[in-house]
């Protein structure tokens, strides 16, 4: 990979230089008591006394315990990564810093987003007007565990599929038409110009540096009349009958997403501040258009999609909800991981209340190099 394209402004990583198995110790909070104040962050002492009564309006259509595994699998390879409070991380590599833990039970969490996604996009993989007879080659920037990209294979078996991501969680039986490549997609794409026919990305909040950046070599890569297309889900959680409280962990969540993205000089906010809308036009891509999706946290919608679509979102995030929680909450923003462990449970428990009406959106974008 050549040098990077942007300087980066991560956080003096706390797991820097440890041992790959040790436990690292605990770290100063990186925002102080007055800075998350000031974006309102409660402390973290604050889900010391969660209200632990039974939620009688837990109605969840779920039960959420069989999706998880409560212990991790443990194989040798793990030791070439780092381990972050019994976590599985990518070894640094460069500026790579990566919140996902790459372990069997994150993993797992990425595949039921996937589904998630498919319904969402009510079956589709993306929005883009790709002409299956010319399209030939393809990849998907950030890849996870690569069921988007095998999917696609699958739908255009004439084309040729590449996944990239920093860390090797693909599976290896595969379509002949895919392949999967190590690639940290914030420093220089190597690819030469013209090469894609479709440059797709999913998911990328937290991870990409530069969105500008990031659909400039989109740009480059693309060949001309070839299409590129991001989809990202919001960061934070709202109601639109006031049900999602102020001081709920519902509510919490985004506040502390966002001030870790600004710690890790990877922003959360991408569909708060447009950046896919504005990344591509900057690039330089024509046509482009936009499409929002509404995703409620759990079966609460009338609307049978939407209920469906609130079933899978929830499940997507409570399938591992201690891996999205353990880099950001305890590593970045310095929280004790017991308090992060009763921040989860509330919010667990708000998101099987049937009282709470909470909801995220999602924004696909996709534009075309001109001709
Ligand atoms: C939220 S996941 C999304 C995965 C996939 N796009 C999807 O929607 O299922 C973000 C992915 O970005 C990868 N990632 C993190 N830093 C990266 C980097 N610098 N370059 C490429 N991929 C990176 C992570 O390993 C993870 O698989």
Redesign the pocket.
């Known amino acids: 990979m050549a040098s990077n394209l942007q300087s980066p402004k991560s956080p003096k990583s706390p797991s820097k230089g440890a041992s790959p198995a040790a436990e690292p110790a605990q770290q100063a909070p990186l925002l102080s008591n007055e800075e998350q104040t000031a974006v309102g962050i409660l402390p973290a002492s604050h889900w010391h006394q969660p209200d632990t009564e039974e939620d009688p309006n837990n109605d969840s259509a779920s039960s959420l315990g069989s999706f998880i595994s409560s212990t991790a699998s443990l194989t040798e390879s793990i030791f070439e990564y780092r381990n972050i409070h019994g976590r599985t991380y990518?070894k640094e590599m460069g500026n790579?810093e990566?919140w996902?833990p790459?372990d069997e039970r994150h993993k797992q969490a990425?595949d039921i987003?996937?589904h998630a996604?498919t319904v969402i996009l009510d079956g589709k993989l993306y929005n883009s007007p790709l002409d299956k007879k010319k399209i030939q080659k393809v990849v998907?920037?950030?890849?996870?565990?690569g069921?988007?990209a095998i999917d696609f294979a699958d739908e255009f078996p004439n084309a040729e599929v590449i996944g990239?991501?920093?860390?090797p969680?693909q599976p290896s039986w595969v379509p002949a038409n895919v392949k999967f490549e190590l690639?940290?997609?914030?420093s220089e794409w190597t690819w030469a110009d013209n090469t894609f026919d479709f440059v797709h990305?999913?998911?990328?909040f937290g991870?990409v540096q530069d969105w500008e950046g990031l659909f400039r070599q989109a740009y480059r890569v693309c060949k001309p009349g070839g299409w590129t297309e991001s989809i990202n889900s919001n960061s934070s959680f709202t109601s639109d009958d006031g049900s999602v409280k102020y001081e709920s962990a519902m509510a919490q969540w985004g506040r502390v997403w966002n001030a870790a993205g600004k710690k890790m000089g990877r922003p959360f906010e991408v569909y708060d501040l447009d950046l896919q809308r504005k990344g591509m036009e900057a690039a330089g891509f024509v046509d482009i258009q936009v499409k929002e999706y509404f995703l409620p946290v759990n079966t609460w919608p009338g609307d049978k999609h939407l209920a469906e679509v609130g079933l899978w979102w929830k499940v997507a995030i409570e399938s591992d909800l201690d891996g999205y929680l353990n880099y950001t909450f305890n590593a970045v923003m310095g929280w004790r991981p017991e308090e992060t462990a009763l921040y989860a449970a509330q919010l667990r428990k708000e998101f099987n209340s049937s009282k709470i009406h909470g909801y995220t959106k999602a924004r696909s974008v996709w534009g075309r190099k001109p001709e």
């Open positions: 990518h790579v990566s996902q790459n990425l987003a996937h996604w998907d920037i950030g890849t996870g565990t069921m988007w990239t991501d920093i860390t969680i690639d940290d997609c914030n990305t999913r998911m990328m991870v």
